[in-house]
């Protein structure tokens, strides 16, 4: 017992002899931080067919759920739905079968909800940050955090985000400090790197190199996966809002249209239903200024909504939020006994004329 506590209390004794300069401690820029790079140089899981025709993609006022604890708020895209497999169509029932390769448009995610993806593990592992938060300050983000080396260490970082060519997001650490101290202070006690912040087992879409972590969110997040060629990050109080092309930035004038998903062109499989030539638009039956949609999970939406085919065989969709779905309410096929009764009552959900 006494052998084990060795470390615990060095570590102890360590934070206790540099107390004394706590008070003068100040956040430094990191100049050559002890890190190996980590490189991560698996291709990007989607392909280019040039014998199938696209499938177009524009949405508007989209909240799109990525996973269980992560959501982006699309103000508007216009891009493509490309398929990863030569040999199959983009299919909602299977999210990793396509790729969503953004031309132009607007996408931000806050703050909120970033601290909250990293705090339930996304990403995590031994050796990862934990009790995130996040904040902005001009044009800088500062994350706080937890680091796990012999004891708990509060972290600071604070840096910058910069897209990249390739369609990845950058973040440049401008200063790292432990126990508000700046890293040197205690790199000889506990031998804290960037590399303590990131789990011991690679992570797919990240690298870290110098001072510099290179996020591919594509691979980083859970799917409808998201790829394309950013313009410019910009930072708020509250979120990161990430510009793809000449998109514009009247958030006034965008939020005036109707929250909708669209398709057309290509092929596309949905359930039992593979259309050809598409032409599918998902649209928000609610007044709400977002379309909360759960694409991997549309089945749920498409049944407690209201369809109708166009006059140009289309299929418009209108449908409830995710968040007001009712997991209890089954709409069950009509049987054959039904079929043989003309005067069995309509189903409830069926409108009457």
């Known amino acids: 017992m006494t052998k084990r506590l060795i470390p615990l209390v060095a570590a102890l004794m360590l934070i206790l002899t540099s107390s004394a300069s706590f008070f003068w401690g100040r956040h430094v820029a990191i100049r050559s931080p002890k890190v190996s790079p980590q490189r991560d140089d698996t291709p990007p899981p989607f392909v280019r067919v040039g014998e199938a025709a696209p499938t177009n993609i524009y949405a508007h006022n989209l909240l799109l759920r990525k996973g269980p604890h992560f959501s982006i708020y699309i103000r508007w895209i216009q891009g493509q739905m490309v398929r990863t497999r030569q040999d199959k169509n983009p299919s909602f029932d299977d999210p990793e079968s396509f790729v969503l390769m953004i031309q132009k448009g607007l996408i931000s995610v806050r703050l909120s909800d970033l601290a909250g993806f990293l705090n339930a593990g996304a990403t995590g592992g031994v050796g990862a940050l934990t009790n995130v938060s996040i904040e902005t300050k001009g044009d800088q983000i500062k994350i706080h955090g937890t680091a796990h080396k012999i004891i708990p260490l509060p ?39 960037l590399a303590d912040l990131t789990p011991k087992s690679q992570t797919p879409g990240i690298m870290i190199a110098g001072n510099d972590f290179d996020f ?50 290509g092929s596309l499989n949905f359930g039992k239903i593979t259309m050809n030539d598409v032409d599918l638009t998902m649209i928000d039956a609610s007044q709400d200024p977002w379309f909360d949609l759960d694409l991997v999970n549309y089945q749920a939406q498409l049944v407690q909504g ?43 959900d069926v409108p009457r004329h």
Not at 220 to 246: A, C, E, W
Not at 311 to 332: C, H, R
Request: charged share 15%; glycine share 8%; no cysteine.
């Open 155 to 193: 972290v600071t970082i604070v840096g910058t985000l910069a897209p990249l060519p390739d369609g990845r997001i950058q973040f440049h650490i401008l200063s790292f400090s432990v126990l508000r101290l700046p890293l040197k202070g205690l790199l000889g006690g506990f031998h804290l790197s």
């Open 216 to 265: 591919d969110t594509q691979r980083l997040l859970p799917p409808p996966h998201i790829h394309g060629q950013m313009t410019k990050v910009v930072l708020s109080s509250d979120q990161i809002r990430v510009f793809y092309g000449n998109a514009p930035e009247s958030d006034a004038q965008l939020s005036e249209w109707h929250n909708f998903l669209k398709f057309s062109g």
């Open 306 to 348: 209201y369809s109708r085919i166009t006059t140009g065989a289309g299929l418009e969709i209108f449908m409830p939020d995710a968040n007001v779905v009712s997991p209890k309410k089954v709409q069950e096929a009509v049987t054959l006994d039904w079929l043989k009764n003309r005067h069995s009552s309509l189903p409830a």
